[in-house]
């Protein structure tokens, strides 16, 4: 339409001009088209309104007309860059077609900047969240940008992921934006690092111990066994990290088992889950003193009652006698020295003294408690007789409720103990009577039943009629049970039984231990039945045997000390399945090895309860724990000289136990050869090596690497000397 309207404008033109023409034929009239410039613009100017940029005229004589409008064409590539041409087209007064054309070339804007918007940094939690781009909210799900007019922008991104653990991981998201419109071939790129957290703060579950305890029998520290801390696993699968702050843990994790002091250690845990976070576990670690004082009481004491007037009436009617707890010690002693003791009547210390009056006549058991510095306290049991003797007070009669008689209840006492001194906490005393209880039970059912009867009535028939009655049966059965009861002894290793009828029936009196298995078994007990089997020691106590009789066949031989050596080194788990035997302390055997005779099903077996003296301590022995010695003493060697020179070397073999290799040093003796022989325990040949003893140290490793544990016999030899003793292979 425009093209048209510009030819008929022009048609308009010619005629206008012929007309002129033919008015004026004198006049000038030359036809000229006349284009705007050339232009060079960026692309950041506006590339539609070119109007701007000047139209074209042309003159015909001396007159100027617009030549409409220009055909225009965009020749720009995918940056927005390349030129624009403007085209007119004329008729002149000839019926020519003139045209000319006006080029804009359009360039990229050098100062134009890309303004990007990175997306932040974003948490999230959960185990397995979807974190894909298009599935986070705005503005973490993409960068944006602006300014990108005479740019084509590309963008991609890469992910690399960090794992803590299940339950946090961090994933570095590099995204990268690219301007292909670049004019050195590769395009000018960007990049950003967006961090991405994935956390599960769900907190573990775990059960916090407010406190342990363990007692101290060397008046110093007690080897406390905790069971590590147990964090369960979060709903991600993940595993916690726990660490303690424990100055005597064995190690810095889960388990905080070590040997504390006397007192009270205040131990921390901290569980690190999570991505960081931290949660805490605080435990008192307790450990008491349970070196108690060892109590030694005077069997029985007997005194006279004095006279005296209660109502000063001139008359006696009482006597009356003091007595202090202090008078029935026998030489009660404190092993970790926690002096001065105390002596009291009951647990509190301030009960010092007691009075006796004629209500009190005759026997009375009565308990003197030792109390050392420290706390620790001990008792044990003395029969005070009071007498109305030389004071011959008139009607002086013990109390009613004093008189002793077969209903009256008792009490059993004492302590249980090893061979050792050492008190044993938590074992479990029984005392299980022979006789059983019987108790009868009688039940009763009730049954309706239906009779028929029958009557001859006023007319002479004889009629029948039904009734129903209840029937009562009755049935008693006989329940019988055995009579036990049960006590645990504290910390001071004391057991009591209240209220027990002192002629009750007869009863056995048992006890029962359970405590870590490889408690006071080591190194020092294969080194004593080591040397007892080679003739270097005796067992001098009874329970010696008995500990040292590991198989149970009421000997002692090798094959114990093989036992003994396999549980020490963790070859084998459980030394036997008995490991404790409990018997009467007061037991005595005329020849040690006697004991192996001994009937251990019970402590002790007693008829009744009678009198008010009921002690019976107990001697718990333990199967493996020989020694009681706290180091290892080094082996004793035999050195002889073989020369005239008596200056003896110095030999020593170490380490002795060992598990794996040992060194020889030999001081003060010359260079020369000397030969090491190892002889198992059947003597037979182990090892021979020959070596220069350089005066000090030769190590042996590599030799005895693959050999069994046990016992083993060496001789260093040479010309000069010859020494022998042992060594144990752990």
């Known amino acids: 339409m425009k093209s048209r309207f510009s030819s008929f404008l022009n048609m308009v033109s010619v005629i206008v001009l012929l007309q002129l023409f033919s008015i004026n034929t004198k006049a000038n009239y030359s036809f000229v088209l006349n284009c705007p410039p050339n232009k060079y613009i960026t692309c950041t100017d506006d590339l539609y309104n070119l109007s701007r940029f000047g139209n074209a005229t042309y003159t015909l004589g001396y007159m100027t007309f617009s030549a409409g409008m220009p055909v225009v064409t965009y020749y720009l590539n995918s940056c927005h860059s390349g030129y624009i041409t403007r085209t007119w087209s004329v008729e002149d007064p000839y019926w020519n077609w003139q045209t000319c054309t006006q080029t804009i070339y359009v360039s990229a804007s050098p100062n134009n900047q890309l303004h990007i918007n990175w997306p932040p940094d974003y948490e999230v939690e959960g185990c397995h969240p979807n974190i894909k781009p298009q599935d986070l909210p705005a503005p973490y799900n993409s960068p944006t940008w602006s300014g990108d007019e005479c740019r084509m922008i590309g963008k991609s991104y890469t992910d690399m992921v960090f794992t803590v653990n299940n339950g946090c991981k961090k994933i570095m998201r590099t995204w990268k934006l690219i301007d292909w419109c670049d004019n050195n071939g590769w395009g000018t790129q960007w990049t950003h690092n967006q961090i991405i957290k994935i956390i599960n703060e769900e907190r573990p579950q775990f059960e916090c111990v407010k406190e342990v305890t363990a007692n101290a029998f060397n008046c110093k520290n007690a080897r406390v066994n905790v069971p590590p801390l147990e964090v369960g696993p979060t709903s991600c699968g993940g595993s916690a990290v726990i660490s303690n702050n424990s100055p005597y843990a064995d190690n810095k994790g889960s388990d905080i088992s070590g040997t504390y002091p006397i007192g009270t250690t205040k131990v921390v845990y901290t569980i690190q889950y999570g991505c960081g976070s931290r949660t805490f576990c605080s435990i008192n670690v307790i450990v008491k003193n349970a070196s108690a004082p060892t109590p030694y009481c005077l069997h029985g004491i007997t005194t006279t009652l004095m006279p005296v007037d209660t109502n000063a009436d001139g008359s006696i009617d009482d006597g009356m006698v003091d007595i202090w707890a202090k008078d029935l010690d026998r030489g009660s002693k404190s092993l970790c020295n926690y002096y001065p003791l105390r002596f009291s009547f009951s647990e509190n210390p301030t009960d010092m003294f007691r009075t006796f009056t004629c209500a009190e006549l005759g026997n009375n058991g009565v308990m003197m408690f030792v109390t050392d510095s420290k706390g620790g306290q001990s008792a044990c049991m003395v029969n005070v007789v009071i007498q109305n003797n030389s004071a011959n007070i008139p009607d002086c009669k013990r109390k009613e409720e004093n008189i002793p008689d077969t209903n009256q209840l008792s009490s059993l006492t004492g302590r249980v103990v090893t061979p050792f001194g050492q008190v044993l906490q938590n074992a479990e005393i029984t005392m299980d009577f022979d006789n059983p209880t019987e108790t009868y039970i009688t039940k009763s059912d009730t049954v309706e039943i239906t009779k028929k009867d029958s009557f001859i009535n006023a007319s002479g028939y004889l009629l029948y009629f039904f009734k129903k009655e209840k029937v009562i049966t009755t049935k008693t059965d006989t329940i019988r049970e055995f009579f036990s009861l049960s006590e645990k002894t504290d910390s001071t290793g004391f057991y009591r039984f209240k209220d027990v009828q002192k002629d009750k029936d007869k009863f056995s009196l048992k006890a029962a231990y359970i405590e870590d298995r490889r408690k006071g078994i080591d190194s020092k007990d294969v080194e004593l039945l080591t040397s007892y089997l080679l003739g270097e020691k005796d067992f001098t106590e009874p329970y010696q045997f008995l500990a040292a009789d590991v198989d149970g066949n009421k000997k002692v031989d090798l094959a ?90 110095v030999v020593n073999v170490y380490p002795n136990p060992s598990a794996g290799g040992f060194e020889v040093k030999l001081e003060g003796i010359k260079q020369f050869p000397v030969t090491m022989s190892l002889y198992d325990a059947k003597g037979e040949l182990i090892m021979l090596k020959q070596f220069s003893s350089n005066g000090i140290h030769h190590q042996f490793s590599n030799e005895i690497q693959n050999i069994k544990a046990g016992l083993y016999m060496y001789k260093i030899d040479s010309h000069k000397f010859v020494t022998t003793g042992k060594w144990i292979k752990l």
């Open 560 to 649: 114990d000390l093989n036992l003994l050596i396999n549980f020490v080194t963790h070859t084998i788990t459980d030394l036997t399945e008995n490991q404790w035997f409990f018997t009467d302390a007061s037991k005595t055997f005329s020849n040690p090895s006697d004991i192996f005779n001994h009937d251990f099903t019970n402590i002790t077996s007693l008829d009744s309860l009678k009198g008010y003296k009921d002690t019976v301590s107990v001697m718990a022995i333990k199967v493996g724990n020989i020694s009681n010695e706290t180091s290892l003493v080094p082996q004793n060697t035999v050195v002889e000289n073989r020369s005239s020179d008596n200056n003896l070397p």
